[in-house]
């Protein structure tokens, strides 16, 4: 089955504690893009990246990290600098980068 | 910058009816594309339609259709005989077809459509 996969469905965050959210794509895209989705609003870019080792910052990166170190994995790390977290973080991907986006099911994060 | 606009929060339609879910855009861009996604209660994001901007012809696809509007900077979304199924929140979703722009989709706030018996 060729699809977007995100792990875990649910994660909780402690104060100053920094966490890492997966997204794994096994359909040779080259860009991967991980944007949030607040209640009430669209979702917004975090970050993005086009081939492997190399990634920009989106609208909201402050707080946030990635890598992309092989073609099919994009994971996004949570940092403590990032003081309001709890969010649905939503991971896609394209066969490049102007292409259309296709999503994974999601992660919900939760601050304890 | 651009921005995408739904100025509906909720729609109601009856199972086997006919509604139409609105979407304007701003952009200074000439070429571009539109998109709506549905995101049913297991919140995953899927893709219903795709319109290139200079292409004049609405997008279709099965039950769902598209009205562009390109002048009036237009989008709405048209879902004929209606089913329980298409109950969801549904986005409007802007991306420049410029080179050298970043690849981001621009969202709109929502539309919740409730499917009625």
């Known amino acids: 089955d060729g699809g977007i996969t995100q792990s875990p469905k649910y994660l909780f965050r402690k104060e100053g504690q920094n966490v890492t959210l997966s997204c794994e794509q096994n359909l040779n895209h080259d860009a991967m893009y991980w944007y949030r989705q607040d209640p009430g609003q669209g979702l917004r870019l975090i970050y993005y990246s086009q081939i492997v080792n190399d990634f920009q910052k989106g609208d909201i990166a402050e707080g946030y990290s990635v890598s992309r170190e092989k073609k099919e994995s994009f994971p996004l790390t949570v940092t403590s600098a990032q003081k309001n977290p709890t969010a649905f973080y939503l991971c896609?991907?394209?066969?490049?980068?102007?292409?259309?986006?296709?999503f994974g099911p999601g992660t919900r994060l939760l601050v304890l | 910058a651009q921005t995408v606009t739904q100025s509906q929060p909720e729609m109601s339609v009856q199972e086997a009816e006919t509604v139409t879910l609105s979407c304007t855009y701003d952009?200074?861009?000439?070429?571009?594309?539109l998109f709506w996604y549905k995101q049913p209660p297991s919140r995953q994001m899927i893709l219903v339609i795709r319109?290139?901007?200079?292409?004049?012809q609405n997008a279709t696809e099965n039950r769902f259709s598209v009205n562009f509007q390109k002048a009036a900077k237009s989008f709405s979304l048209k879902i004929s005989d209606s089913q329980l199924g298409d109950a969801a929140m549904y986005f409007c979703a802007y991306r420049s077809a410029m080179t050298g722009t970043a690849s981001k989709l621009t969202f709109g706030t929502g539309t919740r459509l409730q499917v009625t018996l």
């Open positions: 952009t200074s861009e000439s070429d571009y594309y």
């Open positions: 319109q290139e901007a200079y292409k004049q």
């Open positions: 896609a991907s394209s066969i490049f980068s102007r292409e259309t986006q296709y």
